[in-house]
């Protein structure tokens, strides 16, 4: 066991209003267990949205006509749908009951990523983060400032995934760490030299975070320690494929 | 840090060769930290392929004239081209110089997962194991046997996504566990109703691994430790969406 990566859920967390702080909150879950050089924090979104105010009262939207005909036919809110299509810069697939839109960020997901709060009986949408990349790099900073330590942030979501069943824990924002280890060039043990082989370890963070988190307790955040990460000014942009690249498009 | 999840990479593996019994590897490299009640092994598939002698001498390989026709436009090696062909159900892209395949199994991946073995400088290619849910089941089976203890065995390799740059580690095949955790129609702690949320943990196990086990490092297997996972007589093949859900064919 001479080297593990261990990761516990941060439980505690009061829920989160408009204007509060997150290093706050973050500080105060981890009185008993400090952050130290080495951890990393991961957030999901949800907590973020609600801080930053990225909320809205369903009973406060007008659906369009192509959001209610889409939710009469498939059975949906159209309150919900009108918002992930404002969400969207693109509706990537919108068939089956199921609306994949690349959102003004570039990720394609679900609904735009837009979700019932699970706060007030399902009256209040929660947006993503505006940038979740400057969420998690003001994060990382008031840590570092409050600190002195250098804790790396990645905001998480779950997505659904092309060809899988089952969502999995991705990274939306990052700050403070690379977010791809890129193997490019380098040697493995047998001399032998990798191609083509970048890790997305924000991601795989993430799903660590799903797997500590879990989605019935009350358990917005989790510490990871013990993951060797290369420090870098990368953000999770840096994941989003670039079109040219694409072929899936 | 009252419950967390530890996973460490178990190193000193000898190189596989076929005929090789993964249990009695696993168990030789275990014996400092035994496999206990709770623990979750994942097993990488390149040392599943090479035990059950899943290799091919590439200058074996005859290309077809489709194969090179590729290999010379994009510079690919055309006998890996060849094998990746063979091994596949149906092409899903080809074009920019990747190609991605619906393999055999139904995975949906780069070159059916084929890969260059990295022991004697390239000359020897990688498939995916024949059933990689029935060697997990097997490796299962036998640490049972020999341990008495239920340990459920992932079998991982890392994938593309589409969308989303780097690769991510993912399940290939299951034994001993619930491959997704379903949520749906059970309530949070605010008694809302969590609606269509299964989480595909074993991918985000496999993703753990990703991390513990690096691509530098020696490291073909792991052990994961406090995950409450649920048993299960569930295979990996569940994570495959089904042609009449997906929306990407």
């Known amino acids: 066991m001479k080297s593990s990566i261990t990761c516990w859920a941060l439980t505690g967390i009061p829920e989160v209003r408009a204007g509060d702080s997150l290093a706050d909150l973050i500080l105060g879950a981890t009185r008993k267990h400090p952050l130290r ?5 991961v957030v999901k979104h949800k907590i973020v949205a609600k801080a930053e105010g990225r ?3 369903l009973d406060s939207v007008t659906p369009s006509a192509r959001a209610r005909r889409w939710a009469n036919r498939w059975q949906r809110d159209a309150r919900l749908a009108e918002l992930a299509l404002r969400e969207a810069r693109r509706v990537v697939r919108m068939k089956k009951g199921v609306l994949i839109t690349e959102t003004r960020h570039g990720f394609v997901c679900a609904n735009s990523g837009v979700d019932l709060s699970n706060v007030d ?7 993503l983060p505006v940038d979740p990349d400057r969420s998690a790099r003001r994060l990382h900073l008031s840590l570092k400032q409050r600190l002195g330590v250098h804790v790396p942030v990645i905001i998480a979501d779950s997505f659904g ?5 089952g969502l999995a824990e991705a990274a939306l924002g990052s700050a403070g760490m690379r977010v791809l280890a890129d193997y490019r060039g380098r040697r493995d043990p047998h001399g032998y030299t990798l191609h083509a082989t970048a890790e997305a370890v924000a991601d795989e963070l ?3 975070a799903g797997l500590a988190c879990g989605k019935l307790e009350r358990a917005p955040a989790c510490i990871i320690r013990g993951f060797r990460y290369e420090r870098g000014s990368d953000t999770a942009r840096r994941l989003l494929r670039k079109r040219e690249r694409d072929l899936f498009r």
Chains 1, 2 share one sequence.
């Not at 050089?37 to 924090?41: E, H, P």
């Open 55 to 57: 909320t809205v009262r």
């Open 161 to 165: 995934r092309p060809w899988r069943e």
């Open 121 to 127: 009986g399902g009256h209040t949408a929660v947006l």
């Open 37 to 41: 050089a080495g951890d990393i924090l």
């Open 206 to 208: 993430a799903a660590l």
